[in-house]
């Protein structure tokens, strides 16, 4: 009886040392480590809105980090540059975000995202005919990036969630 004992004991053990040792889904796949980065990216919009902007930097920036670790993995996905862009424009680094946007483009020229944020870029560092091209090329896209584009304009840098 006191073997069955030990035996039961010793499976139990294991078992918990193997589950204990598993990723148990935090995977540093680039599939994984994109979409944990696009998690904290709503969260931080959500702590925007409510005028949260210290905590909200703070989880673009490590949202930021998991996005530049998947794009080590995957240089030719131009959803990665886009959030690039995004979570380096949100922290205020502008020269950044506009190089990770034309990196995207250089990938897709026609990449809706990008080419909204981009815009909403020019805007935000006053660059309002570049904003415009931007707006051009998603003339035609019947798309929201090209409605939001478009007020953002019209309204030249007012804050719009």
Same mark, same amino acid.
């Given at each position: 009886?006191?073997?069955?004992?030990?035996?039961?004991?010793?499976?139990?053990?294991?078992?918990?040392?193997?589950?204990?040792?598993?990723?148990?889904?935090?995977?540093?796949?680039?599939?994984?480590?994109?979409?944990?980065?696009?998690?904290?990216?709503?969260?931080?919009?959500?702590?925007?809105?409510?005028?949260?902007?210290?905590?909200?930097?703070?989880?673009? $920036?490590?949202?930021?980090? !998991? @996005? &530049?670790? =998947?794009?080590?993995?995957?240089? %030719?996905?131009? #959803? *990665?540059?886009?959030?690039?862009?995004?979570? $380096?424009?949100?922290?205020? !680094? @502008? &020269?950044? =975000?506009?190089?990770?946007?034309? %990196?995207?483009? #250089? *990938?897709?020229?026609?990449?809706?995202?990008?080419?909204?944020?981009?815009?909403?870029?020019?805007?935000?560092?006053?660059?309002?005919? %570049?904003?415009?091209?931007?707006?051009?090329?998603?003339?035609?896209?019947?798309?929201?990036?090209?409605?939001?584009?478009?007020?953002?304009?019209?309204?030249?840098?007012?804050?719009?969630?």
């Amino acid at each position: 009886m006191k073997k069955i004992f030990i035996i039961l004991l010793s499976v139990i053990f294991i078992n918990s040392a193997f589950a204990a040792g598993s990723d148990g889904g935090s995977d540093s796949s680039p599939d994984t480590l994109y979409e944990d980065a696009v998690k904290l990216v709503k969260r931080a919009g959500k702590l925007e809105k409510k005028d949260k902007s210290d905590r909200a930097k703070k989880l673009y $920036s490590q949202a930021f980090k !998991k @996005f &530049e670790k =998947a794009y080590g993995s995957d240089k %030719k996905n131009p #959803d *990665i540059l886009n959030y690039m862009g995004f979570t $380096s424009r949100k922290v205020g !680094k @502008f &020269e950044e =975000a506009e190089k990770f946007y034309l %990196k995207g483009l #250089d *990938i897709n020229p026609k990449h809706n995202g990008i080419n909204e944020y981009l815009g909403e870029l020019y805007v935000q560092t006053n660059r309002i005919e %570049k904003a415009n091209e931007r707006l051009e090329v998603l003339k035609n896209c019947d798309c929201e990036e090209y409605k939001e584009l478009e007020l953002i304009i019209k309204t030249r840098g007012v804050k719009i969630y």
